[in-house]
């Protein structure tokens, strides 16, 4: 059956509404999956509304059989990425597709072409839109859904990205964390840095949360600069993410740490939005805006998510501060335990980075969710 692939362009209600909606297609027999809201994914391939497209370029394309929407995609070119990283690599992202080979060809197909024509000598993804964002293709940890801002896919799906030429680059993990228990080990880690008295920290104020998200933003830039596929948040970006957030942020389940005054550490939860949306299929009007919000502010989520945790370069390597980030973690689960938290995500964390990883097994962390980014040389 032929393959008809259609570009989404600004003001086409149409493809879009298929964009959106051929998810309930390719997911109808995943008892795990949660669409995320529809108003969410508009408005971040919206290029008047989502600051990402003030240092990129990108567009999105549905597949269709005998008319009906079989699968989607996006190709995206980011300079903020090109600028640090020198790599002439385009991204895909926001790919779901039947089981079928030839769409999942031919939408790659059409992301390889146009990042191509742009000068680009590599395709790299799942990014939806950047590594700040949704990041890679799950291969493992089906049985359970996707916390907040990270992906869902079918068993399929990698194998259907490596028939069409892909091949691995990277793997990232999500790590499970049952909230209550504190190892002993890493209880002496929080109580030797709580007794320091140079050490104090606090929570995020709502009430001044852009200026937050400035601190932690700092904090995230200098601790994750070294790392693998790091590009920096913009200040819109930020003014953004500050929007975003402050509907579901917590207070409680943050925290900013300070060493002799300077805003040394950072770490930053979510409840899990996907625990309180699963059943609205994207929609959050008339009545599902009303559901979240009672679900959010009123029951509380059960689940969370660790967003950020983060430890300034300065401070990272100080034999007396090793225990900063075990400091923030009990702190964290203590938070969670007297909201009536029962578990948390943790990551994602690289497959390669043993530091980050052996503290979350210090924690009582276990591997839950594998996920894979790939690339292609064109």
Known sequence: MPIEIRELKAGDKKTLKDFLGVVDVIYKDAPYY????????????????????????????VAYQDGRPVGRVTAQIDQEHLKVHHD???????LDTTDDPEVARAL???????????????????????????????IEGFDDPPMAMMTY???????????????????VYSWKYDVGHVPPRAQRAHDEIAAMPEVTTRLAN???????LRIIMDIFNDAWSDNWGYVPITENEL???????????????????????EAAAVAVGIPNLNEVI??????????????MLWRLKVQGAKTGRLLILGIRKKWRHVRRYGGLSAYLYVEMNHSAHLLGMKSGELGWTLEDNAAINAG??????????????YEKQL
């Open 278 to 291: 699963r059943d609205l299929d994207g929609k959050l009007f008339p009545f599902g805006i009303l559901k």
């Open 108 to 138: 790659l197909a059409e992301a390889e072409a146009w990042v191509k024509s742009r000068g680009m000598k590599r395709l790299r993804g799942p990014m939806s839109l950047s590594i700040n964002e949704e990041l890679g293709c799950l």
């Open 153 to 171: 896919h079918n068993r399929y799906q990698g194998g259907l990205i490596e028939q069409a030429g892909f091949a691995k680059l990277k793997d």
């Open 206 to 212: 709502p009430g001044k949360l852009t200026d937050e």
């Open 88 to 94: 002439d690599a385009g991204m895909f992202g926001f």
């Open 239 to 261: 003014v953004k993410m500050g929007k975003d957030m402050s509907l579901i942020l917590m207070p409680e389940i943050t925290r900013i740490t300070f060493i002799n005054g």
């Open 360 to 373: 979350i097994r210090l924690m009582g962390g276990r591997i839950e969710k594998r996920y894979r980014v």
């Open 34 to 61: 949660v669409r995320p809201l529809d108003f969410d994914v508009s408005d971040r391939l919206d290029h008047r509304k989502n600051p990402f497209f003030e240092h990129a370029d990108g567009t999105a394309w």
